[in-house]
């Protein structure tokens, strides 16, 4: 079970600790993955749209309205930038965060197998003979 947590976290950070029955930060993990995948993706797609008005703009153009294709291709992807820094930030956040959580289970799974090795290694005396 803690090895299906640690892979399901390091894929989409909270839905392992969704599958070890940790409601609470399970979804808050989840939730805020999905946030931080859409605010990177939305980075992405908005750069993606910049370069190909980049690439039409380039059509036969001289050097001087390739500078200034530039200079608008940077000054219009400072918010998406910006966007996409806040989208990692949160994807690292709930990425360290489920990890801890993994480590949390695996120490506890970890004393529930001592408490159990402990309890079978306890001898059991032998019966009383009562024919004495």
Same mark, same amino acid.
């Given at each position: 079970m803690k090895w299906v947590c640690l892979m399901a976290n390091m894929t989409l950070p909270g839905v392992g600790t969704l599958i070890c029955k940790r409601w #609470?930060? $399970?979804t808050i993990q989840s939730v805020g993955s999905v946030i931080g995948f859409s605010l &990177? $993706? !939305?980075c992405v797609y /908005?750069? !993606? &749209?910049? &370069?190909q008005n980049y690439s039409a703009s380039m059509d036969g153009e /001289? #050097? +001087? $309205?390739m500078l200034g294709a530039v200079k608008q291709l940077s000054s219009g992807m400072m918010g998406p930038l910006v966007t996409g820094a806040v989208g990692v930030i949160i994807l690292k956040v709930m990425w360290i965060w489920a990890q801890v959580t993994t480590a949390q289970v695996f120490k506890a799974e970890k004393a529930a197998e001592a408490q159990e090795a402990a309890a079978e290694s306890v001898e059991v005396p032998p019966? &009383? +003979?009562s024919s004495n």
């Open positions: #609470v930060t $399970g &990177l $993706g !939305y /908005e750069f !993606y &749209l910049a &370069l /001289e #050097v +001087d $309205g019966p &009383l +003979d």
